[in-house]
């Protein structure tokens, strides 16, 4: 039976605390992701759905961007516990019409949690709320397209709007998107990867010319030795648990490291075999390294230096000479600054023991097939790309980026975030693709470069941006310093959210806001030219169908694609010689621009035919070919800053619960880490708390420290003593986004350093 909305937020009275698990998954797995489809889906229905996730005539995750295997080697049920709390929330049988927004104003909603929000069901009709009304009301579709034309074409120049896309757009809306706001005229593109894997982007396309990863399912069995870097796989991507199972069976060696000793990292029981049910399942971290935040880079340094100590010991019998004489250059510039590491710099940054590097440095020599895979704990610190930058070196130094259980291995966090770049959704598109585009629409889009989130939120703040539509995503949720970023909201002339859900981004609004209900990954897609599907890229650059299986939660709910079609063709008017009709009505010729458009897509409508879709090229996985601005792998110099936290302080990493997806909350329990029936909560090391005088259990205050003297306050935690890193502490967002100063940011990226903030616990 599906269970109601819950009428009161339940708040943090019930907050209890018990100890981590040591494992991830098995029954427990199973039995709780039930309970939501159940709560939220009914059985009967929720069970149909979840065979259809992730199978090729099905839909995709609308979770994370974990791949998935070959079709013949996929199991019936092919989704994890956490894909099928993401399909539970979206498919949800609660609705969420008219009569909820003229019982509750938005300024009672504002006081109201996210989890609550979210929980209150499907959004089901266009809603607008008037600049002096505290209410939305509904609206037309014709009439809220008319309101949006209306206020962009009064703005004194297309750059005073921005459009940002969350990574659960489909390809098709994707670029249908960015072609309608460049025929607008900016490159305001700001997106969800500017929060995420900018760094690792940035890092990437630097050193090896391509910023994606450069593995697949078959390296992670292949490889002997897997780094699986500032990532919680068991809750963030937990269908990777599978892959690295297969690894370990297969003889490969497992290095975690982390601050957390989160469970995932521990070990593994598959449900799905009888060792995860009646067993133990499987170990899979060899060595767990608890390194302090932000000490990656000088722990990749360290170990590069020991590799060219090893190799001046035993000429060409550690590095891979014939690699790096072919294909990289920067060599010597690095080898020089290697030699000057300092030791007692890389013990200060990581908190780890010689002992303890030079026995991954032993595992490292006895690797021929080395991947390092790596999420947000290494993407959103101030160093964060020089970190990855050191990280290709390692790599390159032994030949483990071209070959087969080889490679660098971003997992992205969101299902088609890296196809919504893909595509075109990027505030400094490459010349190349700009000319394809003008070749195939017949108009000049704008060349400057545009507006990535935070200087979105700067521009708002400033006055400069006055417009703002999201296709997707929870804007005001994701980003930080929440109060700076939600004055800049108020500013605006206008807010439009293409939504399925109510969050917070649909309450703290521009003077006028719309909310414009969308269909979901789930549900069947009909349009004038019949049935569509659409398309999605996963973190390994495959590319492939999604078709939903359900009927929609309203019959006056439209498409992503249906919606930006309606809006460019309300905006433009003729001005750009583009048949909106037609592609809102036939994803296919979308399909059919995007094959001529995109680089790697050639013949994209009979490539994503093929069972399991297709993989778009990567020269230096395919290849070795590196294109760079040399045409070989740069190996960089990466200057080692040691992050100093003054006394008293300690630096703090924002985290998911494991009832998380995003800012989205399925639920207020994080039973890996002990945590029931509550999110205001900080995890602790006993010695600093010790230190400090405060005892596990107490309630305080988390104050950040920043350059421009501003106090930011997240109030009343309850202290959680746990096993990090001693000096770290970490914390739930979005919760703790007030805490992230908005010009705290990763160097080149742009991107809000979250995983590396200065605090001090101030007891209540």
């Known amino acids: 039976m599906v269970r109601r909305a819950p009428r009161e937020d339940p708040g943090e009275d019930g907050l209890r605390v018990g100890a981590p698990a040591s494992s991830a998954a098995g029954i427990p797995g199973v039995l709780h992701a039930m309970e939501h489809v159940r709560d939220q889906m009914g059985v009967r229905r929720g069970v149909r759905s979840l065979l259809a996730l992730n199978q090729a005539d099905g839909f995709d995750c609308p979770g994370c961007a974990w791949p998935d295997p070959r079709p013949a080697d996929r199991g019936k049920a092919e989704f994890c516990e956490n894909g099928a709390k993401a399909v ?35 959004l089901t009709e266009p809603m607008y709320k008037a ?38 757009a489909s390809n098709e809306a994707a670029f249908a998107y960015q072609l309608f706001v460049r025929a607008f005229g900016t490159n305001n593109l700001p997106d969800c990867s500017n929060m995420c894997h900018e760094s690792s982007g ?28 500032g990532q919680n796989p068991g809750t963030n991507h937990p269908r990777m648990l599978t892959a690295l199972e297969a690894a370990k069976r297969a003889g490969a060696s497992i290095v975690a490291v982390n601050p957390l000793p989160e ?43 020991r590799l060219l100590a090893a190799e001046q010991a035993r000429p060409g019998e550690v590095l891979d000479r014939a690699f790096l004489d072919a294909h990289t250059d920067g060599f010597a510039r690095l080898a020089a600054h290697l030699g000057g590491v300092s030791a007692d710099d890389v013990r200060a940054a990581t908190g780890l ?78 010349a190349v693709f ?71 981004s649909h309450i703290v609004t521009g003077r006028r806001a719309l909310i414009l209900p969308t269909l979901g990954r789930t549900e069947i897609d009909v349009q004038a030219g019949g049935p569509q599907f659409v398309t999605v890229e996963d973190s390994m650059s495959a590319v492939h169908i999604s078709r939903g299986r359900l009927a929609p939660a309203s019959g006056s709910l439209r498409s992503e694609v249906a919606i930006v079609c309606g809006l460019a063709r309300a905006t433009l008017g003729g001005h750009v010689a583009v048949d909106w009709e037609g592609l809102a009505a036939d994803y296919g010729r979308i399909r059919a621009h995007i094959g001529r458009v995109v680089p790697g897509c050639e013949d994209f409508e009979a490539k994503v035919a093929r069972p399991g879709g297709f993989i778009l090229a990567h020269p230096p996985r395919d290849s070795r070919t590196f294109p ?137």
Request: net charge neutral; with cysteine; hydrophobic share 40%.
């Open 263 to 305: 469970a995932g990292l521990l070990r593994f029981r598959n449900p799905q075999h009888a060792s995860g049910v009646t067993g133990s399942g499987t170990a899979l971290a060899d060595q767990f390294l608890k390194i302090r935040l932000g000490g990656d880079l000088a722990l990749f340094q360290a170990i590069n230096a």
């Open 88 to 122: 539970a929330e979206e498919a949800t049988l609660r609705r969420l019409g008219p009569g909820f927004f003229a019982a509750h104003a938005v300024s009672e909603l504002a006081t109201r949690s996210g989890y609550w929000l979210g929980q209150q069901g499907r």
């Open 202 to 229: 940035s890092a990437l396309t630097e050193t090896i010319g391509v910023g994606k990863g450069s593995v697949s399912l078959d390296d992670i069995v292949q490889a002997d030795l897997i780094f699986v870097v």
């Open 353 to 430: 023991t010689d002992a303890e590097i030079d026995e991954v440095v032993g595992r490292v020599l006895a690797a021929e097939r080395i991947i390092v895979c790596w999420a947000m704990g290494l993407t959103q610190h101030r160093d964060a790309v020089p970190t990855i930058r050191e990280v290709v070196n390692f790599l390159l130094l032994r030949g483990n980026i071209g070959r087969p259980g080889a490679g660098v291995c971003p997992v992205r966090g969101h299902s088609n975030v890296q196809g919504d770049r893909t595509m075109g959704v990027w505030e400094r598109p490459p």
């Open 434 to 504: 700009l000319d394809r585009l003008r070749d195939e629409f017949g108009f000049d889009p704008p060349r400057a470069h545009g507006l990535d989130v935070v200087d979105t939120l700067r521009a708002m703040r400033d006055g400069r941006v006055k417009v703002f539509t999201a296709l997707g995503g929870n804007f005001v949720g994701a980003t930080p310093d929440t109060e700076v970023t939600e004055a800049a909201i108020r500013r605006l002339r206008l807010t439009v959210q293409v939504s399925t859900k109510l969050n917070r």
């Open 131 to 168: 600049s002096d009304s505290d209410h939305y009301a509904p609206v037309s579709w014709d009439d809220a397209f008319a309101i949006i034309a209306g206020e962009l074409r009064a703005l004194d120049s297309p750059d005073e709007a921005a459009f940002y896309t969350s990574g659960r």
């Open 628 to 764: 760079t601005e040399t045409g070989r792998a740069r190996l960089t110099v990466n200057t080692l800053d040691v992050l100093r936290v003054p006394p008293g302080h300690l630096l703090l990493q924002t985290i998911r619960s494991h009832d998380q997806f995003n800012t989205t909350i399925y639920g207020l329990d994080d039973r890996y880490r002990g945590i029931h029936q509550g999110r205001r909560v900080v995890f602790v090391n006993p010695d600093d708390l010790a230190a400090f005088g405060i005892a596990d259990g107490a309630h305080v205050d988390l104050v950040s420290r920043w350059t421009d003297g501003v106090a930011r306050r997240a109030e009343r935690f309850r202290v959680v003593a746990y096993p990090t890193a001693a000096g770290c502490a970490a914390a739930y967002f979005p919760e703790t986004n007030v805490l992230v100063p908005l010009d705290a940011t990763a160097a080149v990226s742009n991107t809000p350093v979250s995983k590396s903030v200065v605090i001090r616990l101030e007891p209540v």
